[in-house]
């Protein structure tokens, strides 16, 4: 979890709030006198510490582990919140001092390092099979030769958050939105997103009089967006993000440069998405203009709902399957998992916890408070339950996690690779007259720093 915070790279919140004092500090800095890997000084308690990075999720985990210790009198858990800015950097430095929380949530992009380097309890053999029904796609993720590492927490998949009055204004039909390489004969976005698309003066993209320097209202957000908008569009034109025989970065093949010029036209062809130079430095502007009721559509994830639900209250709004592309719809499912530190000093206790992390009981604050899907399958009616009680019907998201969809970035090295191409892919959106030598340049980047 953009940061997901519940997925690989984007922002994610959620709309409650902060009811409880949550422990802020990790176990490298701890003041307090307990000892936050081992026995605390509370009696014979043990103390079991569980490490996130979003604050806004914190309080349903703190919830949950309250029930816990009702039912585990002698097992008590302390809830670390360590920022995203910092979250990353910190786990290669607590575990190497002995510092590291006993469990502890990581994403995709960063799990395959840790399971190869001996870092993570053994799932698969620490809970077996005997615990309750997990979204499988999640599981997918965590699988790495042949044991799972991660007990699946939350989940996010892709849908079309849209302006309804706008769509209706401009008689799109937001059901039956396909894009097609040069927007040929079967496209049916780009002239829906010109009907959409508005000037000061009140002019549409598809008019003589546009100005596209001056846009009131933009169609999407066709930016540099992996998980909502390139990694999709890569997949539904038959392109890989990563060769899945490798793990390599594949994505500069003709297909690929088809995905992209496509998205990038709609920015710097047909002004019909907002401009690269503001969204590459606000990942989160086309959700806010969204809100505003600046932006028509916004293909996103989940992560995105309550901002959207706090924020957007002067605008009628809803939620379909995503946009689809010449080989359909093809989205992304990505989850977080909680892993087990394989050097706790309490591993007893840690496993006792994992499972509780997997139960639907355990898992049940995150879908009541409208966290995010959760990963245990039978809480999730609860989440679906929280936001049609908001008058959302969040069935969209549920559908495309069933339908066909791309893996999303693997490897223990996958973080490396991104960090080193994505300034220069971000720069593609701006503009450029080659951007399938741009493309190579980035992919060949991002595989160097791999190696």
């Known amino acids: 979890m953009k940061p997901t915070r519940h997925s690989f790279g984007v922002a994610a919140g959620v709309a409650a709030s902060l009811a409880m004092v949550l422990a802020a500090c990790s176990p490298a800095?701890?003041?307090?006198?307990?000892?936050s890997t081992g026995d605390s000084g509370s009696g014979d308690k043990t103390t079991v510490t569980?490490?996130?990075?979003?604050?806004?999720?914190?309080?349903?985990?703190?919830?949950?582990?309250?029930?816990?210790?009702?039912?585990?009198?002698?097992?008590?858990?302390?809830?670390?919140?360590?920022?995203?800015?910092?979250?990353?950097?910190?786990?290669?430095?607590?575990?190497?001092?002995?510092?590291m929380a006993d469990i502890f949530l990581v994403n995709s992009s960063n799990v395959a390092q840790y399971a190869d380097n001996g870092n993570l309890i053994d799932v698969s053999q620490a809970l077996g099979n005997d615990h309750d029904e997990w979204e499988q796609s999640v599981v997918d993720l965590y699988t790495r030769d042949g044991s799972v590492w991660g007990v699946?927490?939350?989940?996010?998949?892709i849908a079309l958050f849209y302006n309804k009055d706008t769509v209706a204004d401009a008689g799109v039909d937001v059901e039956d939105l396909t894009w097609a390489p040069g927007a040929g004969d079967d496209d049916t976005l780009l002239p829906a997103l010109q009907k959409l698309?508005?000037?000061?003066?009140?002019?549409?993209?598809?008019?003589?009089?546009?100005?596209?320097?001056?846009?009131?209202?933009?169609?999407?957000?066709?930016?540099?967006d992996m998980q909502a908008?390139?990694?999709?569009?890569?997949?539904?034109?038959?392109?890989?993000?990563?060769?899945?025989?490798?793990d390599e970065f594949a994505f500069a093949s003709e297909e690929g440069v088809e995905a992209f010029q496509y998205v990038?036209?709609?920015?710097?062809?047909?002004?019909?998405?907002?401009?690269?130079?503001?969204?590459?430095?606000?990942g989160d502007l086309a959700r806010d203009m969204f809100v505003r009721g600046e932006l028509a559509l916004f293909q996103s994830g989940p992560y995105s709902l309550p901002a959207i639900a706090e924020g957007a209250t002067e605008?009628?709004?809803?939620?379909?399957?995503?946009?689809?592309?010449?080989?359909?719809?093809?989205?992304?499912?990505?989850?977080?998992?909680?892993?087990?530190?394989?050097?706790?000093?309490?591993?007893?206790?840690?496993?006792?916890?994992?499972?509780?992390?997997?139960?639907?009981?355990?898992?049940?604050?995150?879908?009541?408070?409208?966290?995010s899907f959760p990963g245990a399958v039978d809480?999730?009616?609860?989440?679906?339950?929280?936001?049609?009680?908001?008058?959302?019907?969040?069935?969209?998201?549920?559908?495309?996690?069933?339908?066909?969809?791309?893996?999303?970035?693997?490897?223990?090295?996958?973080?490396?690779?991104?960090?080193?191409?994505?300034?220069?892919?971000?720069?593609?959106?701006?503009?450029?007259?080659?951007?399938?030598?741009?493309?190579?340049?980035?992919?060949?980047?991002?595989?160097?720093?791999?190696?």
């Open 152 to 157: 699946p927490q939350l989940w996010d998949s």
């Open 197 to 224: 698309t508005v000037d000061a003066d009140g002019n549409t993209a598809d008019s003589a009089g546009f100005d596209g320097s001056d846009v009131t209202t933009y169609g999407l957000n066709a930016q540099a």
């Open 315 to 371: 605008i009628d709004w809803g939620i379909v399957p995503m946009i689809a592309g010449p080989e359909g719809r093809v989205g992304t499912v990505h989850g977080v998992a909680a892993v087990g530190n394989a050097d706790t000093d309490n591993e007893d206790a840690t496993v006792e916890v994992l499972d509780w992390l997997g139960s639907a009981e355990g898992q049940a604050p995150l879908a009541e408070q409208g966290v």
């Open 50 to 99: 569980f490490r996130l990075w979003d604050e806004a999720a914190a309080p349903a985990y703190e919830d949950s582990f309250a029930e816990f210790e009702k039912q585990n009198e002698d097992i008590e858990v302390n809830v670390d919140v360590v920022p995203w800015s910092e979250y990353w950097s910190r786990i290669p430095l607590d575990i190497n001092s002995g510092d």
């Open 264 to 282: 990038i036209d709609l920015i710097n062809e047909y002004n019909v998405a907002p401009f690269a130079a503001d969204t590459n430095t606000n």
């Open 379 to 451: 809480a999730q009616q609860a989440y679906v339950d929280y936001w049609d009680e908001q008058g959302v019907d969040v069935s969209p998201f549920i559908d495309a996690a069933k339908g066909d969809t791309a893996r999303p970035p693997v490897g223990p090295a996958v973080d490396a690779g991104t960090n080193a191409y994505t300034p220069l892919l971000a720069d593609l959106f701006l503009g450029t007259d080659d951007l399938a030598a741009g493309l190579q340049e980035a992919q060949d980047a991002g595989n160097d720093a791999m190696e």
């Open 229 to 246: 908008i390139y990694l999709p569009w890569l997949a539904e034109n038959g392109a890989q993000y990563q060769d899945e025989s490798t």
């Open 29 to 35: 800095s701890n003041d307090s006198d307990d000892d």
